[in-house]
Each structure stands twice: as C-alpha cells, then as structure tokens.
C-alpha cells in the first residue's frame, strides 16, 4: 500500500508526537530541535511539530532515545484525540501524573497493556508491543494470515503476532536488514514516529471539506464537521478516530468508486462514516470546477491543491501562490467566515483594466494573503449605488500583511441614499479583521449622497491594524443637503471599535460637504457605543505629518492632526505635525486642532503632543486649539509646541477646555530650558519608559517616529 518514503515519513511523524508529549516541562518548537539535523527522520519529526503534536523540550528531540509506554499513550491521544475518561482500571498510577488523562483515554479501548491493572508506564516499549499500542489505536484489522515476511515470527509474542502481521501487510512497520523483526529489541523514538508517518498521509484535525488526492493515501479524521471527496480510495486508508464525536463523517465518492465501509474505513469510530453519494467526476473536475473554490486543505501533500494557484495548498505551512491578477481575483471564492485559507504573492502584480473589488458577500475575505513584501497596483472606478464597499476587498474579515499598495479608487456613489453609507479604502472598504505590516500610496475620491467614511487603509475599522504606513491623497465630498456626513483619515475615515497602532500617514486628508465633516491625519473619527462593552476604540503609537482639512459642511467642520473628533475612544502615545484647516459659513461650527478638533465626553487623550505652527479654523464660530478644538473628555499628560498667534477674535489659546478635564498639559512654546526643567520635575510624566526628555528641545515620545519628531519640533 505504501512506498519506502511513505513509510518513513510516518514513522518519523510519530517520534516527533511521543517526544513532544513525553517531556512535557520545556517545549521547543521543531525548528529549535539542535539534535535533528542530517537525521533520517527529520522530515517527519518537522511535519508532526508543525503540527502541534510534537513540542519538544529543551531545544532537543533525542530521536535514538527509547520511548516508554506513558509516553507513546500520550502521543496516540494527542494524535487520535479520544475522549477524556475519569474511571481509572489501573493500579500504580494517580492523578498528578502527567501522562493520566492519556493513559485513562485509551483505557476505554484497552490499548495499553497491562497485567493484573499495572501498566508500568515509564518502562522502554519493544518493538513488538509498539506495534500493538499502534495497531490498535488506529484500529487496524487483524484478519490477516499468511507468511508474515519475518524470518523471526515465532519469537513473537502471540498477543501481538496479529497486529505485528497486519501492519507489515498494510506497509505500516518494516523489518531489519536481515529480515527479522527483532520484537524484544526497544523501539527508539525516530521508529516510531516513522511508524505513524507511514500511516498517515492526510491528517484532517480542523472540520471543513477536504479533496483526497487518487493513490493509496492513508487519511486520518479526528475531529467533527468533516466532508472528504474522493477520487480514488484504497482499502484501509480511511482512519477514523473517536476524536470525531457522534457527528457523521461525510464521504462523498468521485468517478464510481465507491467500496463498502468494511472495505476502506478502519479505526475505533468506523462506525460514525455516511457515505453520502457518487458523483461522476474526474480528478481535474474536482480541482478545476467552480466547488473547488470553497475547499479548504491542511498542511498534507496528498491533497489535490487547487490548481488553479501556482503551488501550495492553503495550509498555514504551504500557502496558495499567486502570481497573476486572474489568481488574485480567485480569493472572491474564500469567503467562508468558518474557512480560513492561506495566500502569499510571490510577484508584484500590476493590475491592468478595472479592478472588480474582492466582495465575498456578506463576510468578506476571511483567509490570510501574505504581500511577502511585494507590490499591487491597482485602479478602480465605481459608478451607481452599489457596491457600497470598495478597495482591493470590499470587507476584508482575515488578515493581509507584508504588502504595498499602489491604488486609485474612483467612487461616484452620489446617487446613494441617505440610509446607506460607503465605506471606501486603499485595502478594504470594512475591516472585521487585521492588516499587518502594509505601505499604502493611495489616491482616494469618493462622492457620495450618504454618511461616507474614507482612508488609506480602510474606509472604517472594527478589526485591528498594525504598523502601516500611508502616503498619497484621500477625498470625500458629499454634495447633499439631507442628514449625512463626509469622513476622511489617512489611515481610516472610521475608527469604531477597532485599534490602530504604531502607523504613520502624510496623507492628505479632506471631507467636503454634507451636513458634517470629520477629518484626521490617521482617522475621520474614533468612535465606540456607552452600551458596547468595546468601549475602548483605542488609536495608540501613531503620528501624521500631511495636510487635514475639513471644509463646507452645513452643520459642523471638525479637522485634527490625527483625529477629527473622538468619543468612546483612547488616544495615547500619538503625535502630530500636520497643516489643519477647518472652514465654514456663518452658520456652522468649526473646529481645528493639533490633536483632535473635538473629544467627546467619554473620551481620553493621554501622552501626546502636536505642532501648532500650521493649524487654522475660518468661519464665524471657528475654534482653534493647539491639541483639542473641544474638550468634554479628558487630556492629560500633552503638549503642544510651535504655537502661534491664532487669527481669529475668540478663541487664542494653546488648548480649549468646555466641560472635560485637562490633567498635566502645557504650552512648550518659547519656554526657556529652566522653565521646562522645573515643569519636568513636577508634571509626573514617565520620563523612562513613555518620554524622552533628553533628546530634543522638547520631550518625544519613546518609539514613535523618533527622527521625524525631532524634525518636527526645530
């Protein structure tokens, strides 16, 4: 049934799995192994570490130990996952012992041998008796007779003849070079693990649908929620393990061949298979047809990739490749909030004619799509109502990260209704999910008759993104008159219930129009709900240096170096040196500031600083402010710098306090050093870990764009 390779691949497999179980204080993971190099079970041993069964300890694997019955119990358990057992038919052993909960498991199906309830679970197995342990675990028929191949068979023991016989017949174990078996010699750890390696093609321990490749490729399923397709299927290669509960295992069949359960499943839970159907199809359909878009695939060779990547199988491990923008356009099919699916870029990809976002319904792409540092430009011009969501995903609920983005987005959403609101971004339109490690030059404009938010990154974040960057230009104007409003950011028009963190924007940022406007050098707006228990929306180790103008909006016009306005919401550790205009008409209020141009009641802004050198506010109720436009919230621990005269008759001061609390803030500008000194000594700032007072004429904040705030205050 299976080649010599195959064998030692399991066999390598289930060494890794007992060691990892075996020595429970100290984990390493299998690239940490120092001992495994140049070793004939190294693949295996890296397999099944990649997997999680095997862990190691202390940065070794010892893969010529021998290994002891409690140890190879816990390997199977963690394998097979069989469920827990609280009765214990064992004498010897207790429950602070670390293998317990293993040895009870598999006491259910009498897999550890025992003699008068003693297992003695710290003696070396033999070779014979790992055999059986195996055998018996995996469920493995014992029907078979016949010459064994052994020329030692007699010295085997009549309890474990059976399992030793099947397990050569299957091409599970093998035997010496002078073709015995040697039963009583101890089996070593690497043996074992090829053991399990030869068994085990196809480890299936996540629910999903999975296709198996034609061959004689041995499956395990361990768990519940499982579909298998099948082109082919040999005897004895299904292994089902108790682990899959009293859910079903779907078996769908290809081509016409289906066997009988007897002929083809084996394990202790054989009985849980349904075989659902025989569907005429060849292999190629399989992989090539429109159902293929929803497969997901472990970290296995033998599962038939989706052909129509450039390699890999969608595991964390091997993920897609894509090449083309034709494969890029194929993540539309990953969009199963239940699936998650790899992708890495191995090329810049350059998109020609007009990119049609990823849509993915009503979730949105839910894999992973790793840049690896590489480039897509893309262009993308919508008209009409629909979709309200754009950007190179128009939701994206997974993860993209190590990638740049060279986007033009044209939205002409104008004939949106007042009820809809688009949400567009040089990444995606909505983020439930992560965005990681991205550069974004984004040129942005959107029109639009409703509520829109627009940013470099995303048009509104509810997920998390993280050390980004964006340069280029982001527009919303709003040409109507009804209750709507226009936000723009450099690295999200929303901020609500997500986090931003250490991302930087020279973005320049403008809402136009409308009856509000809310611009930020990174958000629009940071907003969370007092009835969500995701009250901190958190905007944390960010700074802008672009331009920040909010303008002609009916009602208010609100603009700040990093937010247009917040409530619900923490900003800490961010800094601005940014050129903020907010205008309007006699009517309207307008707010520019440093910092934020307005903090709600439940917000807190906290050890931050802006530059006041480029901040202006027009309009007979225009309010300008070094950090905040308006506080209702709190601000503590911040400064400004670089102040100027304001030009305007009511307001003139460095920050503007309505009704909030302001905490340890000053005004830096044209402070002579001892001055400065004596506010260092009584303002209680962390000067150690969150400030740095030495480095500059003013104190910076620690990590946070370090050179560039330095620039920014000379």
């Not at 194929?330 to 870029?345: E, H, Q, R, S």
């Not at 993104?465 to 527009?475: K, M, P, Q």
Request: proline share 2%; hydrophobic share 35%.
């Amino acid at each position: 049934m299976k080649s010599k390779n195959r064998k030692n691949k399991l066999v390598s497999l289930l060494i890794s799995v007992i060691f990892v179980i075996s020595l429970i204080p100290v984990s390493a993971a299998a690239a940490e192994y120092s001992d495994i190099s140049g070793h004939w079970a190294h693949d295996a041993i890296v397999r099944w570490s990649d997997y999680g069964v095997l862990k190691g300890s202390d940065g070794k694997f010892r893969p010529n130990d021998t290994v002891t019955r409690a140890e190879l119990a816990a390997v199977l358990n963690r394998m097979l996952k069989y469920p827990a057992q609280t009765e214990n038919p064992y004498t010897g052993i207790k429950a602070t012992d670390w293998f317990y909960s293993d040895v009870l498991a598999l006491a259910k199906y009498d897999i550890v041998r025992s003699e008068n309830n003693v297992i003695k679970p710290n003696e070396a197995l033999t070779r014979e008796e790992a055999a059986y342990m195996v055998g018996k675990a995996f469920g493995v028929p014992t029907e078979y007779s016949g010459d064994s191949g052994f020329t030692d068979l007699v010295k085997i023991s009549p309890w474990a003849k059976l399992y030793v016989i099947s397990m050569k017949k299957q091409g599970f174990i093998s035997g010496m070079p002078d073709g015995s078996f040697s039963p009583k010699n101890k089996i070593t750890r690497a043996q074992v693990v090829t053991i399990l390696n030869n068994m085990v093609d196809n480890y299936i321990y996540q629910a999903g649908t999975y296709s198996i490749k034609t061959g004689n490729s041995g499956t395990l399923v361990n768990c519940a929620g499982v579909i298998l397709n099948y082109a082919n299927i040999a005897n004895n290669s299904l292994f089902v393990s108790p682990g899959i509960g009293t859910e079903k295992l779907k078996v769908i069949f290809y081509s016409g061949s289906k066997l009988s359960i007897d002929e083809y499943v084996v394990g202790l839970a054989k009985d849980a298979v349904k075989i659902a159907e025989i569907n005429e199809a060849s292999e190629t359909d399989i992989a090539t047809s429109a159902y293929a878009k929803s497969l997901v695939f472990t970290d296995i060779s033998d599962v038939v990739a989706d052909k129509r990547f450039s390699g890999g199988n969608g595991s964390p491990s091997h993920p897609y490749l894509i090449e083309s923008q034709t494969q890029l356009a194929y993540l539309n099919g990953f969009c199963d909030p239940n699936i998650y699916t790899y992708f890495k870029l191995v090329n810049d990809i350059s998109i020609t004619g007009n990119w049609i976002p990823i849509s993915g319904g009503d979730y949105g792409f839910s894999g992973e799509l790793d840049g690896a540092g590489h480039t897509i430009t893309y262009s993308t011009k919508i008209t009409g109502a629909a979709p309200y969501y754009a950007g190179l995903f128009c939701s994206l609920l997974g993860t993209v990260k190590n990638l740049k983005i060279i986007s033009l987005v044209d939205a002409d959403m104008s004939s949106i209704s007042e009820g809809y609101g688009a949400k567009v971004g040089g990444i995606t339109g909505v983020l439930t999910g992560s965005v990681e490690n991205c550069n974004v030059e984004a040129t942005i404009y959107v029109k639009n008759g409703g509520d829109t938010k627009a940013g470099g990154i995303a048009g509104i974040n509810y997920g998390s993104i993280e050390n980004c960057s964006v340069a280029g230009l982001i527009t919303v104007v709003n040409g109507s008159a009804k209750d709507t409003g226009s936000y723009a950011g450099g690295i999200v028009g929303g901020n609500g219930y997500g986090s931003i963190e250490y991302c930087y924007s020279s973005a320049a940022v403008l809402s136009k129009g409308g009856v509000s406007t809310e611009s930020g050098g990174i958000a629009g707006y940071i907003l969370g709900s007092a009835d969500d228990e995701r009250i901190e929306v958190t905007i944390t180790n960010c700074y802008a240096t672009g331009t920040v103008t909010a303008q002609d909006a009916s009602g208010s016009n609100t603009a700040g170096g990093v937010a247009g306005s917040m409530d619900y919401g923490i900003m800490s550790s961010c800094w601005a040196d940014a050129t903020v205009t907010a205008s309007g008409n006699s009517y309207t209020i307008t707010e520019a500031a440093g910092l934020s141009g307005e903090c709600g009641y439940a917000g807190t802004i906290r050890n931050c600083w802006a530059s006041a050198k480029s901040i202006s506010a027009t309009g007979n109720n225009a309010v300008c402010s070094g950090l905040v436009g308006s506080n209702h919230g709190l601000l503590e621990n911040c400064f400004v710098c670089n102040v100027k005269t304001f030009d305007i008759k009511e307001i003139g001061s460095a920050f503007r306090i309505v009704d909030g609390t302001t905490s340890s803030c000053y005004d830096f500008t044209g402070l002579s050093a001892a001055k400065k000194t004596a506010i260092y000594n009584k303002c209680g700032w962390d000067f150690t870990t969150v400030w740095n007072k030495d480095a500059a004429a003013y104190p910076i904040l620690r990590g946070v764009g370090e050179a560039e705030q330095i620039k920014a205050m000379q």
